[in-house]
């Protein structure tokens, strides 16, 4: 039975070789710039943040993604609101003999209501695509559609956002990608297709709830579509509960509709500095196969007005 199950799993990754999504986190709380150009700036400090991601740990060439984000409010730190933010972020991914390195800009213009804040945001940037084919083992020697290697495919694309937060909510909804670029610049095809990104889009929400004086709940969700005229990918969605004891410590769980469950520590260690581990459970037949999925985040606020400063990683996490 579990032959059965590798099967269907290297069927699924042949796939997605017809049509690449955007990446995706298990903390995607502390990552959302990358789904959302509208979000720079929203935590009105300037914020550092890393994260790492080893998926299915134990299958050799499973996804490994690395990314570095920076953004915060443009201007004069000491006015009390700054309309424009601006951000940037690096991401590689490497999936078998596939790299994908990103670099993307954002900018958001951000607009005061009376207890919330709405933002409007552009991203703009491009992916160096490679896949080394001739590292590959085909039953089928000479295999034509396994003979020319891609190196480094520039592939530009823009998205955009909007972003809607108060003191204890968010929701947000955005097209990282809009363009939908061939990733072999010859346009290979592969059993009648082509290989080429897939549009994604992303609805999200967060609500704060204090429990009592040390506890706070933090339900949240993040869904995911990706998908165009000719193809898609399964609907997917993360719901998230956490808690949050004495402004500094965080416990999540988070069920993926994929079938996976994952839990999540997320500690301010310091004013400036917090880190966070995440650990995703596979539901499904490929559980066999790996080791589950590791995630790393490390980030740190840039604080110069102390006044401001209230344990903003949780408290004003939106």
Avoid at 31 to 47: E, H, V, W
Avoid at 252 to 262: C, L, N, P, V
Avoid at 292 to 298: A, K, N, P, Q, Y
Wanted: with cysteine; net charge positive.
């Amino acid at each position: 039975m579990k032959k059965y199950y590798l099967l269907y799993f290297i069927m699924l990754l042949h796939t997605r070789g017809m049509a690449q999504s955007y990446m995706h986190y298990t903390m995607f709380m502390y990552n959302k710039l990358l789904y959302n150009p509208a979000y720079a700036g929203s935590r009105d400090i300037t914020s550092f943040n890393a994260t790492y991601r080893d998926q299915w740990d134990g299958i050799s060439g499973a996804p490994k993604t690395i990314n570095l984000t920076v953004d915060g409010a443009a201007g004069n730190y000491m006015k009390p609101f700054r309309k424009v933010a601006l951000g940037v972020s690096i991401s590689n991914e490497k999936i078998g003999v596939e790299s994908n390195t990103s670099v993307m800009s954002y900018y958001a213009y951000r607009i005061r209501l009376r207890k919330s804040t709405l933002s409007f945001g552009l991203q703009g940037g491009a992916n160096l695509y490679s896949a080394r084919y001739d590292k590959l083992s085909p039953h089928q020697l000479n295999d034509p559609n396994l003979v020319v290697n891609v190196k480094s495919a520039f592939l530009p694309n823009f998205g955009t956002g909007v972003w809607w937060s108060g003191s204890n909510f968010y929701t947000g909804l955005s097209v990282p990608s809009l363009l939908q670029n061939y990733y072999d610049k010859n346009e290979k095809v592969i059993n009648g297709k082509k290989a080429m990104e897939v549009r994604t889009y992303y609805l999200a929400g967060g609500y704060t709830y204090t429990a009592s004086e040390t506890i706070k709940l933090q339900p949240q969700v993040m869904m995911r579509y990706a998908g165009n005229g000719s193809y898609k990918l399964p609907f997917n969605c993360d719901i998230n509960l956490s808690a949050i004891a004495y402004n500094r410590i965080l416990f999540g769980a988070t069920y993926r509709t994929d079938k996976s469950f994952e839990a999540i520590l997320h500690v301010q260690a310091t004013k400036n500095v917090n880190i966070g581990y995440s650990f995703d459970y596979m539901l499904s037949g490929l559980n066999g196969y790996n080791n589950g999925t590791h995630e790393l985040v490390i980030g740190f606020d840039l604080v110069k007005d102390n006044s401001k400063f209230i344990t903003p990683r949780f408290i004003k996490t939106f």
